[in-house]
T-cell receptor, first 115, second 114 residues
Framework: AQSVAQPEDQVNVAEGNPLTVKCTYSVSGNPYLFWYVQYPNRGLQFLLKYITGDNLVKGSYGFEAEFNKSQTSFHLKKPSALVSDSALYFCAVRDGRDYGQNFVFGPGTRLSVLP | DTAVSQTPKYLVTQMGNDKSIKCEQNLGHDTMYWYKQDSKKFLKIMFSYNNKELIINETVPNRFSPKSPDKAHLNLHINSLELGDSAVYFC?????????????FGPGTRLLVL
């Protein structure tokens, strides 16, 4: 069975500084990895995903994530944080072998970007 | 235009009542899902439907029954509501049911059981 860990409940960063939100995963087959963002009282919005190919994936709003197979990680990054990036971020994994299997989400990391 | 919509947005009801939450997607997707987000923001899949057929049914009390009248709709009916059912329920859809598919989420329905 797959699982996802987001080791930090909260990440604080100053506006303009680089940000990293960490994610590690466990899956039996090939990992398909996703990042979603949830703004207050809103649904989840898709940011980016890794299926295959380049380990560095670029997504919406200037975010990117790096797939690291040896460390089983898929950390979300942005070179320069904005106050408007403050939200709840979810990492999710699916097992590429299993049709019909659904996302397993991490517990979420709350990002606060301070002006 | 809203891609995945849910009604109602808020639902406050008494224990023991029966209620339904509706979900519609106008993306032409084949697969729809229901998720539950608890008070700690933990998200868990409840059901998954592909072309109106159930493909995933996680460990969910049988008081919860999904109904898919067509590919664009997946409604969630809850019988005999309990306090622990209070949560935010999200509907989602994807083009297909494959593991590489991106899921698109609705805005959520905030259910409070008193």
């Amino acid at each position: 069975a797959q699982s996802v860990a987001q080791p930090e409940d909260q990440v604080n960063v100053a506006e303009g500084n680089p940000l990293t939100v960490k994610c590690t995963y466990s899956v039996s087959g090939n990992p398909y990895l996703f990042w979603y963002v949830q703004y207050p009282n809103r649904g989840l919005q898709f940011l980016l995903k890794y299926i295959t190919g380049d380990n560095l994936v670029k997504g919406s709003y200037g975010f990117e994530a790096e797939f690291n197979k040896s460390q089983t990680s898929f950390h979300l990054k942005k070179p320069s944080a904005l106050v408007s990036d403050s939200a709840l971020y979810f990492c999710a994994v699916r097992d590429g072998r299993d049709y019909g299997q659904n996302f397993v989400f991490g517990p979420g990391t709350r990002l606060s970007v301070l002006p | 235009d809203t891609a995945v919509s849910q009604t109602p947005k808020y639902l406050v009801t008494q224990m023991g009542n029966d209620k339904s939450i509706k979900c519609e997607q106008n993306l032409g997707h084949d697969t729809m899902y229901w998720y539950k987000q608890d008070s700690k923001k933990f998200l868990k899949i409840m059901f998954s439907y592909n072309n109106k057929e159930l493909i995933i049914n996680e460990t969910v009390p049988n008081r919860f029954s999904p109904k898919s009248p067509d590919k664009a709709h997946l409604n969630l009916h809850i019988n005999s509501l309990e306090l622990g059912d209070s949560a935010v329920y999200f509907c989602a859809s994807s083009q297909l049911a494959g593991p590489q598919e991106t899921q698109y989420f609705g805005p959520g329905t905030r259910l409070l059981v008193l």
